[in-house]
């Protein structure tokens, strides 16, 4: 008895072990199958989704391919965001973006004003490719002999989506540099979400000459204002602003793009949670700089009671403007207004959107967190947008914070009143 029982345990073991090394077999073999699938396939299929996904989680190997475009011209943010325009379609086309000639000058209608300057003159070179390392890459020019011309696409025929065709093509082309002719890279179709943007504008530094020049006019607000911070405001009203920002409204039938320089101080004033008496730096045009009957400038009159108006004359630092073209002294500028403790400007204004861009990502990056008002580190506010709350009698200005989900920067580049806030 004992040994038939025995002897059915070895028949049921052995059983038991042939049906483990099927299991086991049958897992192996799934295993490998996987590791075929996923070795031969998943390759393609990643490259399929960021093609989906607006391109934007593929690797790049663009070391031995470069794009060139063409003079990147008109005012600083204008450059900025063509330059961002085009490292994204070299992105697109898995290419290095050859270093572009910026335009020190704001004339752009006659080449020979344009007085050209260098990229590596105004932003760091390798600062940038350190910190887009693996999103965008920019080369240094070099002799090329396998080079394609290109004519980009222009006028109201070229749509967006004929645009995007016609990049597509471009990525299957093989030689070694793609030389884009045409338009100013801003004016290309956009094809890129803000956050592509707001990297590339990230790994964007100043060289080291332009950062000293705004620690020094910083340093004159500071110690007019005895270190208690500043605010910056992006006033624009000169005469070609206004003319340009009346046609805008009637355009787009809205009224709220022009403020008049009484709206400005206005509102600003009313900024609710602001501390005074302030240092309000006021980065306005040289031709607005104008002294009055009384030796001062006709902008600095007017303001309310608490808030102390400065701008490069009463500072005391028009030597340090005067001694670089019109793009270093915007330069210089649009990092004074960075800094500030608070920023108001135009939101139909490329300069003053920019800077909210940036200020944005600054606060994201700072908590992780979105925010509006004077509680959050950098607030901003849009003076052309009035905000009336019940029971006030004065408007205030609308708290501004860019909008980083955004599918695209139209509403940056070409003025919008679609803030977040």
């Given amino acids: 008895m004992h040994k038939s029982v025995s002897a059915g345990l070895d028949d049921g073991g052995r059983s038991m072990n042939l049906r483990l090394f099927g299991l086991v077999s049958?897992?192996?073999?799934?295993?490998?199958?996987?590791?075929?699938?996923?070795?031969?396939?998943?390759?393609?299929?990643h490259h399929h989704k960021s093609l989906k996904l607006g391109f934007l989680d593929y690797h790049h190997d663009h070391t031995n391919k470069y794009l060139e475009v063409p003079q990147i011209v008109w005012g600083l943010n204008n450059q900025k965001i063509a330059f961002a325009r085009a490292a994204l379609t070299a992105r697109f086309l898995n290419r290095?973006?050859?270093?572009?000639?910026?335009?020190?000058?704001?004339?752009?209608?006659?080449?020979?004003?344009?007085?050209?300057?260098?990229?590596?003159?105004?932003?760091?070179?390798?600062?940038?490719?350190?910190?887009?390392?693996?999103?965008?890459?920019?080369?240094?020019?070099?002799?090329?002999?396998?080079i394609l011309v290109v004519q980009k696409g222009s006028g109201r025929r070229w749509t967006i989506d004929k645009d995007l065709d016609h990049l597509k093509e471009l990525n299957k082309i093989n030689n070694e540099t793609i030389r884009i002719d045409g338009?100013?890279?801003?004016?290309?179709?956009?094809?890129?979400?803000?956050?592509?943007?707001?990297r590339v504008f990230e790994c964007m530094v100043f060289v080291d000459e332009i950062s000293k020049e705004a620690d020094k006019v910083v340093a004159k607000i500071n110690e007019l204002g005895a270190?208690?911070?500043?605010?910056?405001?992006?006033?624009?009203?000169?005469?070609?602003?206004m003319i340009h920002?009346?046609?805008?409204?009637?355009?787009?039938?809205?009224?709220?793009?022009?403020?008049?320089?009484?709206?400005?101080?206005?509102?600003?004033?009313?900024?609710p949670g602001l501390k005074t008496p302030t240092i309000v730096y006021l980065a306005v045009a040289d031709a607005l700089v104008i002294d009055d009957q009384e030796g001062s400038s006709s902008i600095l009159n007017g303001w309310r009671e608490g808030l102390q108006p400065v701008?490069?004359?009463?500072?005391?630092?028009?030597?340090?403007?005067?001694?670089?073209?019109?793009?270093?002294?915007?330069?210089?500028?649009?990092?004074?207004c960075l800094r500030a403790d608070v920023f108001v400007g135009n939101s139909y204004s490329t300069f003053s959107s920019l800077l909210v861009l940036e200020r944005s990502v600054k606060m994201v990056r700072l908590g992780g967190v979105r925010g509006c008002g004077m509680d959050v580190v950098w607030p901003s506010y849009a003076y052309n947008l009035k905000l009336n709350k019940e029971g006030e009698d004065s408007p205030r200005p609308w708290s501004w914070m860019s909008i980083l989900s955004d599918s695209s920067l139209k509403a940056i580049s070409y003025g919008s009143d679609n803030i977040s806030c």
């Fill in 227 to 241: 270190g208690k911070g500043y605010v910056a405001v992006h006033m624009r009203i000169e005469k070609d602003w």
């Fill in 311 to 336: 701008e490069k004359k009463k500072l005391g630092v028009v030597d340090i403007y005067n001694k670089h073209p019109y793009l270093i002294q915007a330069a210089i500028d649009y990092q004074v």
């Fill in 26 to 45: 049958k897992c192996f073999f799934l295993i490998v199958m996987a590791f075929i699938i996923t070795t031969i396939l998943l390759p393609n299929h």
């Fill in 183 to 198: 338009k100013n890279p801003f004016l290309w179709h956009d094809h890129w979400p803000v956050k592509d943007y707001a």
């Fill in 96 to 146: 290095a973006l050859v270093m572009p000639s910026l335009s020190a000058s704001l004339f752009y209608k006659e080449t020979r004003l344009l007085q050209p300057i260098s990229f590596d003159k105004v932003f760091h070179f390798d600062k940038f490719n350190s910190l887009c390392k693996g999103f965008v890459q920019l080369a240094r020019y070099s002799h090329h002999s396998d």
């Fill in 245 to 271: 920002c009346k046609k805008l409204q009637h355009r787009l039938n809205v009224s709220e793009i022009c403020s008049s320089k009484d709206e400005i101080m206005t509102r600003v004033a009313n900024i």
